[in-house]
């Protein structure tokens, strides 16, 4: 199976060569991460299995969340602390989206702009869920970032679990029907207008002049919202913990590098079928790289009932809606945890293996 880190090993020095200095920082931090990740430049340890006789090596991880070989552990961590935020409440996932005018912007200013489509979306959302013909209170957001399509084009949009009940005073409310969160029209246009003016805001603050890039007719038409009911919450917050600390593109999904060519599997999403794409390695590389967010940019955040400071509101949101549920007839208790990974495992018998020894790192 060919790696990732393979073909930056192999074609890394030529891109880092034809593009030096204009790579940016947080993206020549991620190639070299993913180069040395669990191998013998990080060092690591030494295991015996007793029963087997066997000695395993196993390297240090580069913990760059975008590789995909690691931090599958700190992906079912977030999980299981995320898992304690769902409500006894019919969930739902709203998918927010900033049209293709926008998304060279967008990938040319990513810290600032990346930032507004967060607050934007979220102010949005938090707004209409408060008109009383809805929900009328305060939601619970928890959104997390996606800069890519399938084919590691460059596609903005967040993805926010909602449950679906609202805090009204000292009152838990209900969707107002089954399967149905907020009008996703009227939440197209609220989000459009604010981000339209968080825009206008952020050139008048900081002196930039990122609004007159932008093409007029881009604060018109319909920005793409999507919003689907998805049971309990927990299946959703699964596919978004995958994406957490990695980037689109599994370790399984490269086919192929042979003649500087890489070829990489994905999903069709209007269609469903599976397809494969053939890219020269510069442009792989390329395509992966718009992709890694700038240093400390956080991707997973929370609004609302499901922010730090509003956690006594939450808790009181807690016990209402499992009244209500409980009335209901529903479940009330917490989803169950995702099982631990067993750690220093012989991969033969399955036993526990003794740390015998230490790799000291080789690299520079």
Not at 71 to 76: K, P
Not at 141 to 157: D, K, M, N, Q
Not at 174 to 196: D, H, M, N, Q, Y
Not at 287 to 302: C, T, W, Y
């Amino acid at each position: 199976m060919t790696e990732l880190a393979e073909v930056f090993r192999l074609h890394g020095p030529a891109y880092r060569t034809k593009f030096a200095g204009r790579i940016p920082r947080p993206h020549l931090r991620a190639m070299t991460a993913i180069e040395s990740c669990r191998t013998p430049a990080r060092g690591g340890q030494v295991y015996l299995c007793k029963r087997c006789k066997d000695f395993r090596f196993s390297y240090h991880s580069c913990r760059n969340r975008h590789c995909p070989k690691c931090q599958g552990d700190e992906a079912a961590r977030w999980l299981e602390r995320r898992q304690d935020l769902l409500l006894p409440a019919p969930t739902f996932l709203v998918t927010v989206t900033v049209p293709e005018e926008l998304r060279a912007l967008v990938r040319s200013h990513a810290r600032a702009l990346l930032d507004v489509l967060f607050r934007s979306s979220s102010a949005a959302l938090r707004q209409l869920a408060r008109d009383p013909r809805l929900l009328g209170g305060e939601i619970g957001c928890l959104g997390v970032l996606h800069t890519w399509a399938r084919s590691l084009v460059f596609h903005p949009h967040v993805h926010y679990v909602v449950p679906g009940g609202a805090l009204a005073g000292d009152t838990w409310r209900t969707v107002p029907r089954p399967g149905f969160l907020v009008p996703v029209e009227a939440l197209s246009r609220i989000f459009r207008a604010k981000f339209r003016d968080a825009v206008l805001e952020l050139d008048r603050t900081n002196g930039t002049d990122h609004f007159s890039q932008v093409p007029s007719g881009t604060w018109r038409r319909p920005w793409v919202v999507h919003c689907k009911p998805v049971g309990d919450g927990t299946g959703a917050l699964k596919y978004l913990a995958r994406y957490v600390f990695r980037v689109a593109l599994g370790q399984n999904q490269i086919v192929s590098l042979q003649n500087g060519v890489v070829t990489f599997r994905y999903k069709d999403s209007e269609t469903g079928r599976n397809r494969t794409c053939p890219l020269p390695a510069e442009e792989f590389i390329r395509r992966f790289l718009q992709h890694v967010l700038p240093h400390r940019f956080v991707k997973g955040r929370s609004y609302g009932l499901f922010a730090r400071s509003h956690r006594a509101r939450l808790d009181r949101a807690r016990v209402l809606a499992a009244r209500r549920a409980s009335r209901a007839g529903l479940a009330t208790g917490p989803p169950p945890k995702p099982p631990r990974r067993p750690v220093d495992v012989c991969p033969r018998c399955q036993t526990r293996m003794d740390l015998v020894g230490s790799v000291q790192p080789r690299g520079p």
